[in-house]
């Protein structure tokens, strides 16, 4: 299920790339976009219909909750903007017919881009151009390339750079941003503008911004000022009366896109294999045959919807606090009361988690994606009754979360079973 938008981006096509313009001609790129669920089993089981590969961009619901946000420190998101933003040039027979931007994921392997930054040539190699210190560049080839979405993953042949880590917290308006790409106009190193969020299109799909960008940008970064990545540059849309405005698709819409590109390493009987490196965790999950399975930046779970039953894990980059109970502590807070703690002595974390702290659902417990920030769990629901068993680890990019979901109380031993599927790969 999708919803298709076309958007205009009106202009002067480049010779570098093929987007924002100025002599009034339209440009139109469709973009599909998808539904989203909320993470968290309980999701399913109130709306049974929504299948694994449908997943919501708008906005859904609001918490009753009033939390105090979660104290998120990524990294300045100017170092952020050097170390993860690349500048992509398209080659043919060894000469550079275009450029654009990207942003290393993953674990540094992999760049998300533009795709109509990519089109044409027959090789592409990508650069980064660090502040300090020699140039650094090596070839990529196309993973994915979804022209109607105007995404393209890349796998690169060297690691680049570091990763960019996804933002849990969803932008409001007038959400402060830094852009950062490789406009023509900057010449061959890195430019930084500053923009806030002006406006949403497409159920939240697309961010608008007065942050100045310009042919080059497009694949470039939009980060917080967390450093955490909220989107990608896509275009712009200009004024026959002046004015532009800049767009920008979600970082919620990325991550999808990514994750649908992830697949088991291994498949055996009766069991698939999970490395969870291109979604940025280190760690792996062997997930039982038949069982669906959602794949995120910064996330992944699967469930099996005839036993109400999910395990998974979650990548709170950054927070501020010098030990993972820390983290397991505020999740619990951070439910208001409505995750009340239960005495644990039959669940083992997994091998490297410290924990685990099992809850029980005491009422209908919903996070928005507005009010994501609220807990290191992001857009969370969960329904009276529910038994979650949490542990932690600490890793370079934040703490590791996994999760295991079960129907009751009478169902807790299974949670042994499941975290044993779940292996860190430090």
Known sequence: MSIVVAICFRGRRSDKEDGPSSDGTDNTIAIAVP????????????????????????VIGCS??????SKLAVADPYVVAEQSVVEIEVLSNGRVISTGSGVVIGLGKHVVTSHH????????RVILQPRTGSRLQTTAAIVANHGDWDLALLSLSDSLGQP???????????????????????????????????????????????????????????????????????????????????????????SSFVGEYL??????????????????????????????????????DAYNLSTSTSIGVILVPGIKHDHPQDVLKQIVQASGGLFKEIPNTRVAPP????????????????????????????????????????????????????????????????????????????
């Open 35 to 58: 539904c989203r669920k909320i993470r968290g089993m309980n999701l399913l089981r109130r709306f049974p219909s929504l299948a694994a590969s449908v997943m919501f961009v708008a």
């Open 263 to 300: 697949v088991p390493s291994e498949v055996v009987p009766n069991d698939h294999d999970y490395s969870l490196q291109l979604l940025g965790i280190r760690a792996a999950i062997t997930v039982p045959a038949g069982w669906e399975s959602r794949r995120l930046l910064s996330y992944f």
């Open 351 to 426: 091998d490297g988690f410290i924990g685990p702290t099992v809850v029980r659902t005491s009422e209908h417990y919903e996070v928005s994606i507005t009010d994501s920030a609220a807990t290191p769990l992001g857009d969370w629901i969960s329904e009276k009754g529910v038994i979650t068993v949490f542990a932690a680890a600490s890793m370079p990019e934040g703490t590791l979360v996994a999760f295991v979901e079960l129907p009751d109380e009478r169902t807790l031993p299974e949670a042994n079973e499941l975290f044993e599927r779940i292996h860190l790969q430090r």
């Open 117 to 124: 930054v990519i089109k044409g040539g027959d090789s592409i």
């Open 164 to 254: 960019v880590v996804v933002s849990l917290n969803f932008p409001v308006l007038g959400t402060p941003l830094v852009l950062a790409g490789f406009p023509d106009i900057g010449g061959n190193t890195i430019t930084v503008t500053k923009g806030s969020v002006s406006g949403f299109e497409s159920g939240s799909a697309l961010i608008k911004s007065e942050a100045v960008v310009g042919p080059g940008s497009s694949g470039g970064a939009a980060l917080a000022t967390d450093g955490s990545l909220l989107g990608i540059v896509v275009g712009t849309r200009n004024s026959p009366s002046g004015g532009v405005i800049t767009y920008i698709l979600s970082s919620r819409f990325v």
């Open 64 to 69: 009753n909750n009033n939390h105090e946000l």
